[in-house]
Each structure stands twice: as C-alpha cells, then as structure tokens.
T-cell receptor, first 111, second 115 residues
Framework: DADVTQTPRNRITKTGKRIMLECSQT?????MYWYRQDPGLGLRLIYY???????NKGEISDGYSVSRQAQAKFSLSLESAIPNQTALYFC??????????FGPGTRLTVL | AQSVAQPEDQVNVAEGNPLTVKCTYS??????LFWYVQYPNRGLQFLLK??????LVKGSYGFEAEFNKSQTSFHLKKPSALVSDSALYFC?????????????FGGGTRVLVKP
C-alpha cells in the first residue's frame, strides 16, 4: 500500500551494528505497529503506538526499541543487531481499532 | 490469550477449481477475524474481515470467508482460482475485549494455482 512506506527496503548489516528502520504513513491513522515475519511463524508484534506519547511493547520487544517522532512516523531500532534478528519487518497503521494496513516491508539480514 | 492455526503449509489447486484456505482460531471472548494476502516481494494486503453480522463475508478479488462460531473457523474461499491468486495467505484474529488492536497471525498458507 503506497500510503505506508518503509525505508530501507533491503539492508545487510553486521553483528553488533546499530540499525534503524523507518516507517511513514499518509493515511492519517493514529495507531502504528511494527511486526517481524519469519517463515512458518506468521507475523509477530514487536511494538505498537496509539499516538506520539503512547508506546507499548508487543510479544517480542527484547532487543528492539522504537520512536514515534510524529503521528505519521514510527521508527524501529536495533541497538546491537544479532543474526537471529534476520527477518522481514513490516510496519502497519490503523485508525483506532479498525483494520490494519501494511507497508511493503524491509528485508533485514544480519551477518 | 488468542491464537490462530492454519493447518496447511501449502495448498495446490488447478486454475478454475475452487480454492479453500483453512483457518481456526481461539479467543476468550468474541473474535474479529481477518484475511491478508502477501504477493512475492510485497507487503500484506487486506482481503476481508468479519466483525459481526452475516457469517459469509465478501472481500477483494472475488474472495469470501465463512465465519463458523461452533467450529471456531474462518475459512477463506474462492469459487474459481486464478494463477494470479498464487501467494501467501494469512489469517489473523483479535479478541474484541483485547486492549489496543493487537492481532495474532497464523503461520501462513502458501497457495499455488497451476495453469
């Protein structure tokens, strides 16, 4: 969905490096989410944010941090990347508790 | 706790034949149910959702899903599959009573439609 953009789309990094994934949306939604996708495991929630001042941990938040810089921007950081964080990362947005809409994803490889 | 099971890793179907992708769920209260599709190198696209009302839900691209409360199922169906329907399909559930809007996803089912 072009209304939700993610940068970069692909990233290869080394163990121990800090990396930031960015998400922007033009849908005017208040809620934003970060998920990771691993084969056979579906998508798992890392963090979610109801608004700029309200950030919550998901089911797999260890090793990750987030920042909601504005209503339209939500960044995910890996302070010290490790190989098992290699995955496909998705940002999603919703208006309240309505349907979530996803960005195109960022493929992250940690060597 | 809420959970979703997609019992089939892959479904193979011939073009023109009916397509069914199975999903069962578990929630403590009433469910909101969703289907998403992921095409290669693309994000997840919303297909349809069940909130309340009619058990048969119609969505995008000719897909529909039937909510069955007694069997706790929400199977995705398409009467006549197309080769372009080949993709990865995810079922997701949210308990109406859950704070926030946390979705729980199944592991995904890969659909391969052969010409």
């Amino acid at each position: 969905d072009a209304d939700v953009t993610q940068t970069p789309r692909n990233r290869i990094t080394k163990t121990g490096k800090r990396i930031m994934l960015e998400c922007s949306q033009t849908k005017g939604h208040d809620r934003m989410y970060w998920y990771r996708q691993d084969p056979g495991l579906g998508l798992r929630l890392i963090y979610y944010s109801f608004d700029v001042k309200d950030i919550n941990k998901g089911e797999i938040s260890d090793g990750y941090s987030v920042s909601r810089q504005a209503q339209a921007k939500f960044s995910l950081s890996l302070e010290s990347a490790i190989p098992n964080q290699t995955a496909l990362y998705f940002c999603a947005t919703s208006l309240g508790r309505d349907t979530q809409y996803f960005g195109p994803g960022t493929r992250l490889t940690v060597l | 706790a809420q959970s979703v099971a997609q019992p089939e890793d892959q479904v193979n179907v011939a073009e023109g034949n009916p397509l069914t992708v199975k999903c069962t769920y578990s929630v403590s209260g009433n469910p909101y149910l969703f289907w998403y599709v992921q095409y290669p190198n693309r994000g997840l696209q919303f297909l349809l959702k069940y909130i309340t009302g009619d058990n048969l839900v119609k969505g995008s691209y000719g897909f529909e899903a039937e909510f069955n409360k007694s069997q706790t199922s929400f199977h995705l169906k398409k009467p006549s599959a197309l080769v372009s329907d080949s993709a990865l399909y995810f079922c997701a559930v949210r308990d109406i009573a859950t704070a926030g809007n946390k979705l729980t996803f199944g592991g995904g089912t890969r659909v391969l439609v052969k010409p």
